[in-house]
Protein backbone atom coordinates (compact mmCIF):
# COMPACT_ATOMS: atom_id res chain seq x y z
CA UNK A 1 0.00 0.00 0.00
CA UNK A 2 1.63 3.07 -0.88
CA UNK A 3 1.53 5.32 2.47
CA UNK A 4 1.26 9.51 2.51
CA UNK A 5 2.57 11.56 4.99
CA UNK A 6 -0.21 14.39 6.64
CA UNK A 7 0.67 17.86 6.58
CA UNK A 8 -1.48 20.57 8.65
CA UNK A 9 -0.17 24.28 8.57
CA UNK A 10 -2.28 26.60 10.39
CA UNK A 11 -2.98 30.43 10.03
CA UNK A 12 -4.20 31.81 13.55
CA UNK A 13 -4.35 35.13 11.24
CA UNK A 14 -7.21 33.88 9.19
CA UNK A 15 -8.25 30.86 10.75
CA UNK A 16 -7.17 28.06 7.75
CA UNK A 17 -5.94 25.08 7.70
CA UNK A 18 -3.30 23.95 4.39
CA UNK A 19 -3.70 20.30 4.94
CA UNK A 20 -2.89 17.32 2.87
CA UNK A 21 -3.78 13.72 3.20
CA UNK A 22 -6.80 15.14 5.41
CA UNK A 23 -10.26 14.43 3.47
CA UNK A 24 -13.28 16.40 3.71
CA UNK A 25 -16.26 13.35 4.67
CA UNK A 26 -19.57 14.50 6.17
CA UNK A 27 -19.49 12.49 9.28
CA UNK A 28 -17.07 15.19 10.60
CA UNK A 29 -19.31 18.07 10.12
CA UNK A 30 -21.46 18.72 13.70
CA UNK A 31 -25.10 18.06 12.64
CA UNK A 32 -25.54 22.53 13.65
CA UNK A 33 -22.88 23.23 11.50
CA UNK A 34 -23.96 21.08 8.16
CA UNK A 35 -23.83 23.74 5.24
CA UNK A 36 -27.35 24.63 4.44
CA UNK A 37 -26.19 25.91 0.62
CA UNK A 38 -23.37 26.74 -0.71
CA UNK A 39 -21.98 28.47 -3.79
CA UNK A 40 -19.48 26.47 -5.68
CA UNK A 41 -16.85 27.76 -7.95
CA UNK A 42 -16.18 24.81 -10.43
CA UNK A 43 -18.63 21.57 -10.34
CA UNK A 44 -19.58 19.01 -12.94
CA UNK A 45 -23.06 19.46 -15.26
CA UNK A 46 -24.98 17.33 -12.82
CA UNK A 47 -24.42 19.66 -9.76
CA UNK A 48 -26.19 22.70 -8.54
CA UNK A 49 -27.94 25.40 -10.55
CA UNK A 50 -27.06 28.89 -11.68
CA UNK A 51 -28.87 31.82 -9.24
CA UNK A 52 -29.95 34.56 -11.71
CA UNK A 53 -29.67 37.30 -9.78
CA UNK A 54 -25.61 36.42 -9.07
CA UNK A 55 -24.41 34.38 -11.48
CA UNK A 56 -23.08 31.40 -8.52
CA UNK A 57 -23.72 28.16 -9.01
CA UNK A 58 -24.87 27.16 -5.98
CA UNK A 59 -26.54 23.39 -4.19
CA UNK A 60 -29.58 24.79 -2.80
CA UNK A 61 -30.58 22.45 0.37
CA UNK A 62 -29.03 19.78 2.43
CA UNK A 63 -30.01 17.00 -0.13
CA UNK A 64 -27.92 18.61 -2.49
CA UNK A 65 -24.95 19.19 -0.57
CA UNK A 66 -25.36 15.61 0.60
CA UNK A 67 -25.63 14.32 -2.85
CA UNK A 68 -22.94 16.21 -3.60
CA UNK A 69 -20.01 15.65 -1.08
CA UNK A 70 -21.30 11.56 -0.73
CA UNK A 71 -20.83 11.39 -4.62
CA UNK A 72 -16.82 13.18 -4.37
CA UNK A 73 -15.91 10.79 -1.55
CA UNK A 74 -17.36 7.44 -3.31
CA UNK A 75 -15.90 8.52 -6.49
CA UNK A 76 -12.71 10.30 -5.53
CA UNK A 77 -13.77 12.66 -7.28
CA UNK A 78 -11.84 16.68 -6.71
CA UNK A 79 -14.00 18.57 -5.07
CA UNK A 80 -14.48 22.30 -5.88
CA UNK A 81 -14.07 25.11 -4.47
CA UNK A 82 -17.01 26.09 -2.12
CA UNK A 83 -18.09 28.53 0.60
CA UNK A 84 -20.98 27.37 2.64
CA UNK A 85 -24.26 30.45 3.31
CA UNK A 86 -27.61 30.31 5.13
CA UNK A 87 -30.14 32.73 3.31
CA UNK A 88 -30.61 32.61 0.02
CA UNK A 89 -32.46 36.29 0.64
CA UNK A 90 -29.09 37.71 2.69
CA UNK A 91 -27.14 35.97 -0.18
CA UNK A 92 -28.73 37.99 -2.75
CA UNK A 93 -28.08 40.55 -0.42
CA UNK A 94 -24.27 40.91 -1.07
CA UNK A 95 -22.97 43.47 -2.76
CA UNK A 96 -20.72 44.10 -6.04
CA UNK A 97 -17.31 44.48 -4.31
CA UNK A 98 -18.47 42.06 -2.05
CA UNK A 99 -19.13 39.54 -5.16
CA UNK A 100 -15.59 40.35 -6.85
CA UNK A 101 -14.06 39.40 -3.38
CA UNK A 102 -15.32 35.98 -3.27
CA UNK A 103 -14.65 35.76 -7.19
CA UNK A 104 -11.06 37.06 -5.68
CA UNK A 105 -11.32 34.20 -3.46
CA UNK A 106 -12.14 30.90 -5.19
CA UNK A 107 -9.34 31.93 -8.24
CA UNK A 108 -6.90 33.71 -5.95
CA UNK A 109 -7.25 30.64 -2.92
CA UNK A 110 -6.92 33.83 -0.54
CA UNK A 111 -8.97 36.30 1.21
CA UNK A 112 -8.58 40.07 0.13
CA UNK A 113 -10.40 40.78 3.91
CA UNK A 114 -11.96 38.08 5.91
CA UNK A 115 -13.30 34.80 4.34
CA UNK A 116 -16.49 35.11 6.58
CA UNK A 117 -18.85 36.89 5.13
CA UNK A 118 -21.82 38.47 7.43
CA UNK A 119 -24.52 37.87 4.93
CA UNK A 120 -23.51 34.21 4.27
CA UNK A 121 -22.75 33.83 8.16
CA UNK A 122 -20.76 30.78 6.63
CA UNK A 123 -18.43 28.98 8.88
CA UNK A 124 -16.54 27.51 6.02
CA UNK A 125 -14.55 28.37 2.55
CA UNK A 126 -12.92 25.04 1.14
CA UNK A 127 -10.05 25.45 -1.83
CA UNK A 128 -8.35 23.10 -3.73
CA UNK A 129 -5.02 24.08 -4.45
CA UNK A 130 -2.43 22.98 -7.40
CA UNK A 131 -0.09 21.68 -5.21
CA UNK A 132 -2.25 18.67 -4.44
CA UNK A 133 -2.75 20.50 -0.86
CA UNK A 134 -6.40 21.61 0.45
CA UNK A 135 -7.05 24.77 2.21
CA UNK A 136 -10.18 25.31 4.44
CA UNK A 137 -10.58 28.53 6.28
CA UNK A 138 -12.78 27.51 9.53
CA UNK A 139 -15.11 29.88 11.45
CA UNK A 140 -14.32 27.27 14.40
CA UNK A 141 -11.01 26.06 14.84
CA UNK A 142 -11.98 23.35 16.93
CA UNK A 143 -14.04 21.93 13.63
CA UNK A 144 -10.74 20.97 12.44
CA UNK A 145 -10.37 18.53 15.68
CA UNK A 146 -12.82 15.69 14.59
CA UNK A 147 -11.79 15.61 11.05
CA UNK A 148 -7.80 15.28 11.91
CA UNK A 149 -8.62 12.44 14.21
CA UNK A 150 -11.28 10.66 11.91
CA UNK A 151 -8.54 10.86 9.09
CA UNK A 152 -5.51 9.97 11.14
CA UNK A 153 -7.01 6.86 12.63
CA UNK A 154 -8.09 5.38 8.87
CA UNK A 155 -4.63 6.26 7.50
CA UNK A 156 -3.25 4.08 10.81
CA UNK A 157 -6.22 1.33 10.28
CA UNK A 158 -4.73 1.14 6.57
CA UNK A 159 -1.18 0.98 7.28
CA UNK A 160 -2.22 -1.88 10.41
CA UNK A 161 -4.33 -3.95 7.51
CA UNK A 162 -2.10 -3.13 4.24
CA UNK A 163 -1.18 -6.78 4.40
CA UNK A 164 -4.17 -8.29 5.36
CA UNK A 165 -5.39 -10.78 2.30
CA UNK A 166 -8.72 -11.84 1.30
CA UNK A 167 -8.22 -15.37 2.80
CA UNK A 168 -5.94 -14.61 5.45
CA UNK A 169 -7.53 -12.81 8.38
CA UNK A 170 -10.11 -10.10 8.92
CA UNK A 171 -8.97 -6.49 9.09
CA UNK A 172 -7.66 -5.21 12.62
CA UNK A 173 -10.63 -2.85 13.83
CA UNK A 174 -8.57 0.56 15.91
CA UNK A 175 -10.06 2.69 18.41
CA UNK A 176 -10.82 5.99 16.80
CA UNK A 177 -7.82 8.82 17.97
CA UNK A 178 -9.76 11.12 21.09
CA UNK A 179 -10.30 14.94 19.69
CA UNK A 180 -9.14 15.76 23.05
CA UNK A 181 -4.78 14.51 21.90
CA UNK A 182 -5.50 16.45 18.74
CA UNK A 183 -6.09 19.64 20.70
CA UNK A 184 -2.39 18.37 22.85
CA UNK A 185 -1.00 18.42 19.35
CA UNK A 186 -2.65 21.75 18.10
CA UNK A 187 0.26 24.06 18.89
CA UNK A 188 2.40 22.64 16.42
CA UNK A 189 -0.21 22.89 13.93
CA UNK A 190 1.01 26.47 13.73
CA UNK A 191 4.53 25.67 12.50
CA UNK A 192 3.63 23.09 10.04
CA UNK A 193 3.36 19.87 11.31
CA UNK A 194 4.38 16.94 8.80
CA UNK A 195 2.96 13.82 10.14
CA UNK A 196 5.16 11.10 9.32
CA UNK A 197 3.20 7.69 8.22
CA UNK A 198 5.95 6.32 5.79
CA UNK A 199 8.32 6.10 8.88
CA UNK A 200 5.54 4.74 11.15
CA UNK A 201 6.83 1.81 12.77
CA UNK A 202 5.49 -1.14 15.13
CA UNK A 203 7.80 -2.69 17.74
CA UNK A 204 5.59 -5.37 19.89
CA UNK A 205 1.90 -3.90 19.50
CA UNK A 206 2.81 -0.38 19.55
CA UNK A 207 2.69 1.73 16.57
CA UNK A 208 4.83 5.06 16.43
CA UNK A 209 4.36 8.00 14.21
CA UNK A 210 7.06 11.04 14.28
CA UNK A 211 6.35 14.18 13.66
CA UNK A 212 8.36 17.04 12.51
CA UNK A 213 8.18 20.95 12.03
CA UNK A 214 8.75 21.65 8.28
CA UNK A 215 6.73 24.92 8.08
CA UNK A 216 6.00 25.30 4.53
CA UNK A 217 8.86 23.78 2.98
CA UNK A 218 6.65 21.16 1.16
CA UNK A 219 9.64 19.11 -0.58
CA UNK A 220 10.13 17.49 3.10
CA UNK A 221 6.66 16.06 2.93
CA UNK A 222 8.36 12.91 0.82
CA UNK A 223 11.81 13.51 2.52
CA UNK A 224 12.71 10.69 5.82
CA UNK A 225 14.27 12.29 8.19
CA UNK A 226 16.51 10.73 11.40
CA UNK A 227 14.18 9.92 13.67
CA UNK A 228 15.67 11.98 16.59
CA UNK A 229 14.74 15.10 15.07
CA UNK A 230 11.37 14.58 15.45
CA UNK A 231 9.54 16.96 17.62
CA UNK A 232 7.15 14.21 19.00
CA UNK A 233 5.56 10.60 18.54
CA UNK A 234 2.15 9.82 17.80
CA UNK A 235 1.42 6.45 19.81
CA UNK A 236 -1.22 3.47 19.18
CA UNK A 237 -0.99 0.38 21.02
CA UNK A 238 -3.24 -2.21 19.53
CA UNK A 239 -3.34 -4.61 22.91
CA UNK A 240 -5.38 -1.50 24.82
CA UNK A 241 -6.49 0.75 22.00
CA UNK A 242 -5.03 3.35 23.43
CA UNK A 243 -3.45 6.31 21.59
CA UNK A 244 -0.87 8.66 23.21
CA UNK A 245 1.06 11.83 22.56
CA UNK A 246 5.43 11.16 23.61
CA UNK A 247 8.10 14.46 23.39
CA UNK A 248 5.95 17.03 22.86
CA UNK A 249 7.12 19.27 26.50
CA UNK A 250 9.93 20.68 25.44
CA UNK A 251 9.15 21.66 22.42
CA UNK A 252 6.38 23.26 23.79
CA UNK A 253 8.46 24.81 26.68
CA UNK A 254 11.01 26.05 24.11
CA UNK A 255 8.32 27.41 21.91
CA UNK A 256 6.24 29.47 25.47
CA UNK A 257 9.65 30.72 26.04
CA UNK A 258 10.31 32.36 22.60
CA UNK A 259 6.83 34.07 22.39
CA UNK A 260 8.07 35.84 25.95
Known amino acids: MNRINLYVHYDAVTNYFMTRGISLKIMDFNRQYLPQNI ?23 QTEVLDYF ?20 LMHQLTPVEISELLYLFHANKALRSPFFYKLQN ?14 YYRHMSHFYGRFARALSEHLSNIINENVGWFTRRKKAIAPMPVRLVEELSPLFMNGLKIDLKQAIKENDTW ?50 GTQ
Open 70 to 89: ELCQKEGRRMSNWIDFDSME
Open 123 to 136: NYVYLTMSNGLNKT
Open 208 to 257: SIPLYIIEDELTYLTRNFDRKDAVGQIIYQESTSQWRIEDLSQQLEDKTE
Open 39 to 61: ILANAPEEFGRFDVQTDFKILRN
